[in-house]
């Protein structure tokens, strides 16, 4: 569609097109209107003809009739010769017959006539048109005296008729081109001068513009039309544009100048050479032959002159430091913006010699210009100028004063942060430097530590601290004294560097007088820096020291706690050494505290090793004494087992020897009875009697006394046992003593409980027994068996039988003692002995509550082990 | 001696009023037919085993009961209880241990040795007398021992 690239082409093409439209509707219009015509008119022509043919007819008719004229052929030859254009004319009767012919051919070929559409009424009608193989033909009436006879036929060549119509359209047609081409041509030239040029004039413009956008020269505004009013705006447009080029020049121009400042500036942490740049660079842009860079000094309400240029230095030398308030430079501080002042003369802040040396170069003209870090204002640069060589200042070089003026601020800023961290890192190095030592110190006190206190003897103690410190100082000769208690003196207990010849480990010191005393005096580190002057010094020693010029000594106290133990010298070379910093004082003393508690370990261990000494002897004697113990425990035992043999075989005896005899008296006796009763009367049967009661009585006596000490001899074996159970069976077994009685028997609830079941049955039968006794003589005897439970479980045995009065009680529980009368109650007295002596095995108690003739009431529990 | 009538009834027994008055109690309940009484635990032995003064004794004529009084002189009773427990030939020998004692140590020697019964030895005679006749009229009428 590069057709249609160009306006003109548009505006052309719309206008050609509309031109072709409209000529070829009225070509086409004409053609159509001219060929009706034209046929018209030879329509018109025919019929005429046929007029003239039907005037000649009408002449002849009054004298032949129709179909008898003669020489008529000839006469429609003739006309047909003298009318060139017709084919053929003919005369046709009223029935249609043709008469004559132009045309013989005619004649033959049609049989009959064309007829006419329409009945012609009289002559006067005009004929009409008809379309007959490719001819026109036009037929016209034969009317004589209202008698119609015929028609009149005279034929145009349709096709000759075309041929005529398309001849005069193509002239028509070629006129019209030609028209339209002139018109093509004018519209061309209209729309070429009128339009398209203003516009490539304007395209040209603005091309211009993009290669030259200052250029200012004005398009030629030629109308008054959208063109015109085009051209105008184009024209206010290119002065606004090359306005804001020019003001975008002047601000780039700036920008340069600012990163050329801040690229020099940036590469520098030096405020003075900061100053030098941005002076330079200040003069180069703005053209200022001289420029001042001051710094605000906030302490002291001040401003100081870092750099200069195009002052002299005398000049200079009074304005080198500036107040803060009354100065120029001040009020630029105090407004943070650039101060402008337009004639110096008048100026009364500025110190005379410079305002002197201003004048006398004509620089009247001085901008002030902040120098801002943030908010704050780390200077002031002054630029001068010539007044006729520096026009007024506006809003942008304000602005761009401003911005030179941060980026000079950051830079001084930066500096001073710099300068800062410098500080700081020197600090820091130095405190690095000392954490080193401290560490390298702490490292070489773990080391000795660790040595020193894997031992516990102070020799070795001694040589470990000295060598170890030695090594670790550097130090060719050291000392170590302990402090001797015995003798009150320093004894030398291991040198480094120093022969026997010259001091002997062991030799003694005073405690006061010398440099080592100083330093257990003071407790703290002593330096001395010549031994020179020590007179308390050993002359060998000092000698032997100042021979390889070791004058200086570190006095370090060994301490423990708050005891001195002893001092260790280093002696060394003051070149190599250098003074004592305050630090290595205090690891000094860490080293003196470690070395101290050393000393101190290995004293303990030589007290607790003494102790221990001792300690061995005193468990010695007391194991010697309790061998001896022990021996003559065990002879002891020996002799108690002996002796409770001897016991045992004793009462085997006696169950044994003693009961013969008895039984003897008893069975001899019941055989004397039995078996001599006849021979016998009166008294000496009742001796019998009494004779056998005594024995058995015996017999008893030795049964229970073998029976309380089977009770103390046997071993006890624990085990559960159910006191309700024993006592049911005891009851069971003590049948006999309630026969032929009233006896109520209540029995309470009883836990069961740990005990030698053997022996519980005992105790059960004693007391029973007794109970069942001693309630003999009741009518109605009541027993009460049963449980306390509290904190331990006290059984008891309650009767209401005779009782006993309880200042009595204490006896109850001995052997062999009865507190009632063998008649009135037997037994031998053994039962609640042994019943104590079981409960006493038990770990138990056992107690009585008595009632004299009311009953008594037994108690007892099992002990710890019985529950 | 030696063409003596078999012994019913072995009593060892060194004292001599119990060796009475045990032999009153056993002829109070008739049984005091052949009781054949020894005085100490060496002759009990010779008794039974048909050795030294009773070697011409047949073996074969056992005593039907032996009544053994533990302590005795020479060999004492749980001795002589052992050795006619041990043999084969005496062992089904009934034997009742007679005793003044309840001594646990004799009691319990005596019964792990295999004795047959116990009879304590009480001061008083009638119970002594009861207890004869019951163990004498259990081993020597109801308790038939097997014959060698």
């Known amino acids: ?867 | 001696m030696g063409c003596a009538p078999v012994v019913e009834i072995l009593l060892v027994e060194d004292n001599p009023n119990d060796v009475e008055l045990a032999l009153h109690a056993l002829k109070k309940n008739k049984l005091v037919n052949h009781i054949q009484v020894v005085r100490d635990g060496e002759e009990a032995l010779d008794y039974i085993f048909c050795r030294g003064s009773y070697s011409g004794r047949n073996i074969n004529d056992a005593p039907k009961l032996i009544l053994l009084d533990l302590k005795l002189p020479k060999v004492d009773g749980i001795e002589v209880l052992r050795q006619i427990k041990s043999d084969p030939a005496t062992k089904s020998i009934p034997v009742v241990v007679l005793t003044t004692s309840r001594e646990e140590r004799d009691v319990m020697k005596t019964y792990s040795l295999g004795v047959n019964s116990y009879i304590l030895k009480p001061v008083d005679f009638d119970q002594f007398v009861d207890s004869v006749s019951q163990i004498g009229f259990y081993w020597m009428l109801l308790n038939q021992s097997p014959r060698v």
């Open chain 1, 1 to 867: 569609m590069n057709l249609f690239k160009h306006l003109h082409t548009k505006i052309l093409t719309v206008g050609i097109s509309t031109l072709v439209l409209a000529v070829t509707l009225i070509t086409v219009a004409n053609v159509a209107n001219f060929s009706i015509s034209y046929r018209s008119a030879l329509e018109d022509r025919s019929i005429t003809v046929a007029e003239n043919i039907r005037s000649v007819v009408y002449r002849n008719i009054k004298y032949f009739p129709l179909d008898s004229f003669t020489g008529m052929a000839a006469f429609l030859r003739d006309v047909l010769a003298n009318n060139p254009g017709l084919s053929y004319c003919y005369i046709a009767d009223g029935h249609g017959r043709i008469l004559y012919a132009s045309d013989e051919n005619i004649k033959k070929q049609r049989k009959t006539a064309l007829r006419p559409g329409s009945v012609f009424k009289n002559q006067k009608t005009r004929g009409e048109t008809l379309i007959h193989d490719g001819h026109y033909e036009s037929i016209i009436p034969v009317i004589f005296e209202n008698d119609y006879l015929g028609t009149v036929h005279v034929a145009i060549e349709k096709k000759i008729v075309n041929q005529k119509i398309l001849t005069i359209v193509l002239q028509n047609t070629i006129i019209l081109i030609l028209f339209l081409a002139l018109a093509i041509y004018i519209l061309y030239r209209i729309v070429t001068k009128q339009v398209t040029r203003p516009i490539n004039l304007l395209m040209d413009r603005v091309i211009n513009i993009t290669e030259e956008p200052d250029a200012t020269e004005p398009i030629a505004v030629t109308s008054e039309d959208e063109l015109g009013k085009l051209a105008f705006s184009f024209n206010q447009m290119q002065t606004s544009l090359a306005n804001y080029i020019r003001e975008l020049n002047y601000r780039n121009n700036a920008l340069q100048t600012i990163i050329m400042i801040a690229d020099r500036l940036y590469k520098t942490f030096d405020m003075e050479t900061i100053a030098k740049y941005a002076c330079e660079a200040m003069a180069a842009y703005s053209n200022s032959p001289r420029t001042a860079l001051f710094a605000v000094d906030n302490e002291r309400k001040t401003l100081r002159c870092l750099y200069h240029l195009g002052f002299g230095e005398e000049t200079i030398k009074n304005a080198r430091i500036l107040p803060l308030e009354g100065s120029l430079s001040g009020i630029t501080v105090r407004n943070k913006d650039v101060t402008t002042s337009y004639d110096i003369l008048k100026d009364e802040t500025i110190v005379p010699e410079v305002k002197q040396s201003l004048i006398g170069d004509g620089l009247n003209i001085v901008f002030s210009i902040p120098l801002l870090f943030q908010d704050d204002v780390l200077g002031v640069l002054n630029i001068f100028f010539v007044a006729r060589e520096r026009g007024p200042i506006d809003q942008y070089e304000r602005d761009i004063f401003i911005s030179i003026g941060k980026t000079i601020g950051l830079a001084m800023s930066n500096s001073r942060h710099v300068a800062q961290i410098e500080a700081e890192i020197a600090v820091r190095k130095t405190a690095e430097k000392e954490l080193d030592y401290r560490n390298n110190a702490l490292h070489t006190i773990n080391t000795i530590a660790d040595k020193l206190y894997r031992s516990f003897d102070m020799q070795t103690i001694a040589r470990e601290a000295v060598e170890s410190i030695a090594v670790y100082t550097n130090s060719p000769r050291a000392s170590l004294f302990a402090i001797d208690e015995q003798s009150k003196q320093f004894k030398l207990l291991y040198t480094h560097g120093f022969s026997d010849a010259i001091i002997k480990v062991g030799s003694l010191l005073p405690l006061e007088g010398s440099f080592t005393g100083l330093v257990l005096k003071t407790r703290q580190i002593v330096t001395s820096d010549d031994i020179a002057d020590d007179q308390s010094m050993v002359p060998e020693v000092k000698n032997a020291l100042l021979e390889e010029k070791l004058s200086m000594v570190i006095g370090v106290p060994l301490l423990f706690q708050d005891q001195m133990l002893g001092v260790m010298n280093l002696f060394f070379r003051e070149k190599e050494r250098g003074p004592i910093e305050e630090y290595e004082k205090e690891i000094f003393l860490s080293i003196g505290k470690t070395i101290g508690l050393a000393m101190a370990n290995a004293q303990h261990v030589a007290q607790i090793e003494a102790e221990i000494k001792e300690r061995k002897k005193a468990e010695a004697e007391i194991r010697k004494l309790n061998e001896e113990l022990e021996q003559r425990v065990s002879e002891r035992t020996r002799e108690l087992e002996f002796a409770n043999k001897e016991l045992e075989s004793f009462s085997y005896s006696v169950s044994h020897d003693l009961r013969a005899p008895l039984r003897s008296i008893d069975g001899f006796s019941k055989i004397l009875l039995e078996d001599y009763e006849s021979e016998l009367s009166g008294e000496p049967v009742r001796y019998l009697h009494l004779l056998r009661n005594n024995a058995q009585q015996m017999g008893n006596l030795i049964t229970d006394m073998l029976s309380f000490s089977r009770m103390s001899r046997l071993p006890l074996t624990r085990q559960k046992v159910d006191p309700a159970e024993i006592v049911y069976q005891v009851l069971k077994e003590l049948e006999d003593m309630q026969k032929n009685r009233q006896v109520d028997i209540v029995i309470g609830d009883m836990p069961e409980c740990q005990a030698d079941p053997a022996m519980l049955k005992v105790v059960w039968v004693n007391l029973l027994s007794n109970a069942l006794k001693f309630t003999s003589k009741k009518e109605k005897a009541l027993i009460e068996i049963g449980c306390n439970k509290s904190d331990e479980d006290v059984f008891y045995v309650k009767d209401n039988g005779a009782g006993f009065d309880m200042k009595y009680a204490d006896k109850i529980f001995c052997v062999f003692q009865r507190l009632h009368l063998a008649d009135e109650f037997e037994g031998t007295g053994c039962g609640t002995a042994i019943v104590k002596r079981i409960i006493n095995r038990h770990g138990g108690r056992v107690w009585v509550e008595a009632r004299l003739n009311e009953g008594a009431d037994f108690y007892f529990t099992l002990g710890e082990g019985g529950q």
